[in-house]
């Protein structure tokens, strides 16, 4: 099935696609769309970093520990918040002293998987997550990071041991064991944010299209059509689901890495 160009992935092949196929050739890659080579799901990704630079650095001009504004407050509380829910609670809780070395990593994925999530309520754009390669991408992050934290903190001997299970005669059996506990955790990252977020932006556009069509269908066969303008409503249903769906995959890919990584780095390896 081709797939949908979206505008904005034409407009990013426009200024971008001719380095970004040279690329590919050097590396001996053919892209599946020539005339596009950047997907749609790149594009979404480079549009997600994009406004996420522009609204942190317009935030950073803005701070203000006297007066701290409503944008300040708000994503302070992704931080910390009364729930302990926040980023830096949940690795407070889990890792104790000396998480605050891992917020920028733990912190950064998190929020770019919520900004990821959330940017397919704009009409004519799309999540990157709903794609599968974006949270699986995300998991190797992941997966990489909390491994080298653990070889870091216990170097290779001692984080080795974690494998090893509780006695010698046992260390072969839970090698194995723990290899496929380790390596699953990029399949349930990945196909648990996949297809959330793919099942969401689905029923999102399903639903919101067949709102519009049945009132603009009934409004110009009958001025009695008019009598379903509340039907628009059930779209507002949909749009506050999937904010809701982006808030709980992302909350989802923070807290899982943050217990991943206080595994890795505890002392009782």
């Known amino acids: 099935m081709e797939e949908n160009i979206l505008g904005i992935t034409k407009l990013i092949n426009a200024l971008l696609g001719k380095p970004a196929l040279a690329l590919l050739s050097a590396l001996h890659i053919q892209p599946a769309n020539p005339q596009y ?8 990704e480079l549009l997600v970093f994009a406004i996420a630079a522009v609204f942190f650095l317009w935030l950073r001009s803005r701070l203000s520990v ?22 830096m ?9 000396g998480a605050d ?8 994925v998190g929020l770019f998987v919520l900004f990821a999530n959330l940017i397919s309520i704009v009409p004519g754009l799309a999540s990157p997550t709903a794609e ?14 909390y491994n080298w934290a653990g070889l870091r903190k216990h170097g290779p001997l001692g984080y080795g041991k974690h494998f090893l299970g509780p006695t010698l005669a046992l260390s072969p059996l839970m090698v194995v064991i723990e290899a496929v506990s380790h390596l ?56 506050i689901l999937h904010i809701f769906v982006a808030f709980v995959q992302a909350f989802v890919f923070t807290i899982l890495p943050v217990i991943y990584l206080s595994g890795a780095v505890a002392e009782g390896h």
Not at 79 to 85: A, D, R, T, V
Not at 102 to 107: A, D, F, N, S
Not at 132 to 141: D, E, H, R, W, Y
Not at 201 to 227: D, K, Q, R, W
């Open 184 to 239: 699953a955790r990029l399949l349930s990252l990945t196909v648990r944010l996949w297809v959330n977020m793919m099942v969401s932006e689905m029923l999102y556009v399903i639903f919101l299209g067949l709102t519009v069509s049945l009132f603009a269908f009934a409004g110009n066969t009958s001025p009695a059509g008019y009598a379903l303008a509340p039907v628009p409503i059930l779209s507002a249903i949909f749009i």
């Open 89 to 97: 609670d949940l690795l407070e809780n889990n890792i104790g002293h």
């Open 101 to 108: 070395q891992y917020l920028p990593m733990i912190g950064s």
């Open 37 to 44: 080579p950047i997907p749609n799901h790149i594009a979404m």
């Open 132 to 145: 599968t390669s974006v949270p699986l991408g995300c998991a190797i992050v992941v997966f990489v990071y």
């Open 66 to 87: 006297d007066s701290p504004g409503a944008t300040q407050q708000c994503v302070e509380a992704l931080l910390h918040n009364s729930m302990n829910l926040g980023v």
